[in-house]
């Protein structure tokens, strides 16, 4: 019997899952018109989650106030997704509806993720596409004009939509494009060039932040009636990544170490087509889009440290690990496993390149068959792409790719609402935990965001915003005089090290312990080792780091700094959740828990279950806390891709 | 391999800036250009200097953060390439770099490399969206819309703004950047409600942010990394003619009805 914190109240809605939402919303308590401009709503980030959020309350009359780490609204990660994003139009015909989206979404993720949330999920996603094309987002279509779909990441429908392979991007103008508006319209200001480097909170309700002005480096406090983190994952934390480079857990771990409740850290996505790593200067690791596995055959030779270039390895000389070892999916197998049987063949000596970590990804027999041309039209960006990067041309030779840090599941935990366990404190998209379990379908989290942002928080927020009314608190209150005082200690200890280890130098040391024992396969003694030497390093950072310039202005090297402080915390507790979730689950393989072909073996007795770690002081294990996770609706089963 | 760069070195909008020549040593081949940069900030960290600051944050082409001018050009020597995707491959071994911020009087400069782009918002205030509120839309496929007007309108909206257009254009015109969102919504049928409003607006927050004039150098089309047309400026043309026209008639109409 698993626990239920009293700290972890869901708050779903009671009721047949098809119509919580729909009674939810009706029974949630509205603010009236005229009175919401008096109230003010801090949304940090804007990416899908946080630009759709802003825009939306905006536009229902709440004055809001809108920051981000880059120049411009426009640039938020989200920009760099590529694939596309899902959702239940069922315009193929092909069998999808809301019941399908939500119950390969609860697969997907390995059964790890609320029933409730994930429907709710797969019932708004029609509208997000809805929305997004209104909004004059250029989708791809079909001759006849209707919108076309392609299938993605492993699904057996099509019910992805995409603009070219520029979703992400196309989808963000969009949602940017509204809060533009909005700006014009005089309801949000916006604060760009902004860091959030902490919470404020008055009478145990979030009722602000600190932010150090990037330019200036001035610090700022800003008051609010209620503050939402949009400021997406965490997946830098293992340096390369490929997440863009600004992106950060600083805000929500401020939070985190304000009280909320981080559930699931351990929970990481590694995603099987990127670009190799090539030299020790990078700075990133580039993502191929996943559609290369339509048509691409992974390899390696069958002799270790075979030198030869590819094109002269006879097939009988090569291993095609994917279609051996899961002959119905082939090369189409889920993520996570496509991602560890790479990261297998390579740790026992077949990987190929200069480091010997790639694997081959093979267009000959695609390109045979459909012709130089087809292969041209559907993967020329990406091949020029490649190209530019490596200076190796994938028409004549094998791609190399190989496996790297992509998404976080895991995130600040929120109820039903989206509230954090602090009053007042949402979360959504990327920075919450909540819909994808132990491992993100393929396209899903672009809707996910958008429906966090779109249509659940500005329903949501009433609920709380209505019982807590406008009381004109001011920044002249203690709480953020406190606040910022601890913002400036930081900066003046980190600038005050004035070691000899540059940044940079602690991140790739954080990353490279991440990855080799918090990345893909874990274990018991890997994970209490991380933990040892994750401390160490820690310990060290602030005895040894050298930041540079002391300068508080704009200083890039300090906002880093200030980071990879946070990762050094994160990363232990990422070690920590690993070592205490004794089972392999989606993204998170325990090497201890797998069948004798190596899928993951679930727990479910024991580990059906949110796992919430609350903070409690420096340095001190953290609390432990569980959400049980009930089935109704879907039978438990072992995912196969055999 | 090793590289020499003439950085350009400001240290703030209303100081006096100059080239610095600095060394940097190891440079891969397949590192990118903004990797070489990150090694010279390592080395000037460990020897206590200050940093060179630079903008950047994808790394891979999309986001429109990153912006240099390298030897003279906005983004560098190869086309179709933003500085972050541009390889140290691409240059000699020995060779001597010169990398300048974006220079435009819309574009002031914050320090070293970085320039404020906020105009871009500013202009994008003005009507790059289509006026729809969240929940009211229609079912997607209920306007069909030609794959062909599709096709072209994502042509249009793949710009990053990254502001290489108005670096590269001897007038410092932002004409392609705004052509190129005008163009998109203009011909979607979502945004002909607007068309006419859209352009004159956004074209006059253009000339109030400084932005120059478009003499058809297009300069712009050969160093936009996403090589968006020329052809989107003759489009937002046309598109702020007739918006100029009909404003001019409701200012008539009105002053009749005086
Ligand atoms: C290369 C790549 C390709 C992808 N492709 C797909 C795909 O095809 N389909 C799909 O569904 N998903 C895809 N994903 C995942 C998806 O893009 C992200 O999960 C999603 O966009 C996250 O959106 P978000 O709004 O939560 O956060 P983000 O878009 O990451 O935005 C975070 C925002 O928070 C701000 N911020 C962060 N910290 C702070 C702070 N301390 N102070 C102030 N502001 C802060 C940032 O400035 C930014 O505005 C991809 C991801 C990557 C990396
Ligand atoms: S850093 Fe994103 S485009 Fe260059």
């Known amino acids: 019997m698993i626990a239920q914190s009293p700290l972890l109240d869901d708050r779903i809605p009671a009721g047949p899952i098809q119509h919580k939402w729909s009674e939810h919303k009706a029974g949630i308590k509205l603010v009236n018109p005229a009175n919401k401009r008096k109230y003010t709503v801090i949304v940090v980030g804007t990416g899908l989650a946080g630009g759709a959020a802003a825009a939306t309350l905006a536009e229902l009359g709440y004055n809001v106030l809108s920051f981000c780490i880059q120049d411009s609204p426009r640039r938020a990660h989200s920009v760099a997704a590529q694939g596309g994003i899902n959702a239940a139009k069922n315009y193929q015909n092909d069998g999808d509806s809301v019941w399908r989206l939500f119950y390969d979404t609860i697969k997907g993720g390995d059964f790890r993720a609320r029933e409730a949330n994930v429907y709710r999920l797969a019932e708004l996603s029609a509208g997000i596409i809805d929305q997004c094309v209104a909004a004059g987002v250029p989708f791809a279509r079909e001759y006849g004009g209707t919108l076309a779909n392609r299938s993605f990441g492993g699904a057996q429908v099509s019910r992805t939509f995409y603009a070219r392979g520029q979703t992400g991007q196309q989808l963000l103008l969009g949602a940017y494009g509204a809060l533009m508006r909005q700006v014009a319209a005089g309801r949000v200001s916006l604060f760009p060039r902004r860091e959030m480097l902490e919470l404020v909170q008055v009478e145990g309700r979030a009722r602000g932040i600190i932010c150090r002005n990037l330019v200036t480096g001035a610090i700022e406090k800003y008051a609010a009636d209620a503050v939402c983190m949009a400021t997406g994952g965490y997946s830098t934390v293992f340096y390369l990544s490929t997440n863009a480079v600004n992106c950060n857990a600083t805000a929500i771990w401020r939070c985190y170490k304000q009280g909320a409740l981080f559930a699931n850290p351990c929970f990481t996505q590694i995603h099987p087509t990127c670009l190799p790593q090539s030299g020790e200067g990078q700075s990133k690791l580039t993502l191929m889009s996943e559609s290369l596995r339509n048509d691409g055959r992974v390899w390696v030779p069958k002799q270790k440290g075979d030198a030869r270039p590819p094109q002269e390895i006879p097939e009988a000389e090569r291993d095609y690990f994917l279609e051996r070892r899961y002959p119905a999916f082939g090369n189409l197998a889920p993520r996570d496993i496509a991602s560890r049987a790479a990261k297998a063949v390579c740790d026992d000596g077949f990987g190929v390149g200069s480091t010997g970590y790639s694997v081959y990804l093979d267009f000959a027999e695609a390109t045979e068959r459909l012709g130089a041309d087809v292969m041209r039209e559907r993967y020329g960006n990406l091949f020029a792409m490649y190209h530019e990067i490596t200076g190796e041309n994938p028409y004549q030779r094998p791609m190399r790719i190989y496996p790297a840090p992509h998404y976080t599941m895991g995130g600040l935990w929120v109820d039903y609402n989206l509230m954090t366990t602090i009053p007042g404190l949402y979360a959504l998209g990327e920075a919450n935990f909540s819909d994808h379990g132990a491992n993100r379908l393929g396209a899903s989290a672009l809707m996910q965001g958008l429906a966090d942002g779109y249509f659940i928080l500005p329903a949501t927020i009433a609920d709380y915003l209505a019982d807590h009314r406008p009381d004109g608190l001011g920044t002249d209150h203690e709480a953020f005089t406190t606040a910022a005082a601890t913002v400036e200690e930081r900066t003046r200890h980190l600038l005050g090290v004035n070691g000899k280890q540059s940044v940079r130098d602690f991140h790739w040391e954080l990353g490279r312990i991440m990855w080799e024992q918090v990345g893909m396969a874990r274990n018991e003694k890997g994970l209490r080792q991380a933990i040892t030497d994750i401390r160490t390093l820690r310990a060290d950072y602030w005895r040894n780091v050298k930041v540079g310039s002391a300068d508080t202005d704009l200083n890039k090297n300090l906002e880093f700094a200030g980071r990879v402080a946070d990762f050094l915390e994160l990363g232990e507790l990422m070690a920590r959740d690993a070592l205490e979730r004794v089972e392999s689950c989606g993204g998170h393989f325990r090497e201890e828990f797998q069948t004798a072909d190596g899928e993951a073996v679930r727990d479910d007795p024991n580990f059906s279950h949110v796992a919430a770690w609350q903070h409690t002081a420096e340095d001190k294990v953290p609390t432990r806390h569980t959400e049980p996770l009930d089935f109704e609706y879907v039978e438990l089963t072992q995912r196969s891709y055999k | ?258």
């Open chain 2, 1 to 258: 391999m090793k590289i020499e760069v003439k950085i350009w070195r400001q240290a703030g909008p209303t100081e006096p800036g100059a080239l610095a020549t600095y060394t940097v040593d190891d440079v891969l081949p397949d590192m990118s250009f903004l990797e070489m940069l990150d090694g010279l900030n390592e080395q000037l960290v460990a020897r206590g200097e200050r940093p060179v600051e630079f903008d950047s944050d994808c790394r891979e082409g999309i986001c429109g953060t990153c912006g240099l001018v390298i030897n003279g050009a906005a983004h560098g020597p190869q086309q179709a390439c933003t500085s972050c995707e541009l390889r140290m491959r691409h240059f000699d071994d020995g060779a001597t770099i010169t990398v300048e911020p974006f220079r435009a009087r819309g574009f002031p400069v914050v320090r070293d490399l970085v320039v404020d782009r906020s105009a871009f918002d500013r202009i994008m205030q003005q009507g790059g969206y289509i006026s729809v509120n969240t929940g009211s839309a229609p079912d997607a496929n209920a306007m069909p819309i030609a794959k062909e007007v599709a096709d072209r309108a994502m042509d249009a909206a793949a710009c990053i703004g990254c502001g290489a257009c108005v670096a590269a254009c001897p007038n410092g015109s932002a004409s392609l950047f705004v052509g190129a969102k005008v163009a998109q919504l203009a011909l979607l049928p979502q945004g002909d409600a607007e068309r006419k409003r859209r352009a004159v607006a956004m074209v006059q927050q253009m000339d109030a942010e400084g932005f120059g004039n478009c003499s058809n150098h297009a300069e712009c089309e050969a160093a936009c990394p996403k090589s968006i047309s020329v052809d989107h400026i003759a489009r937002l043309r046309s598109e702020y003619r007739k918006g100029a026209w009909a404003a001019l008639r409701r200012n008539e109409k009105r002053n009749d009805q005086r």
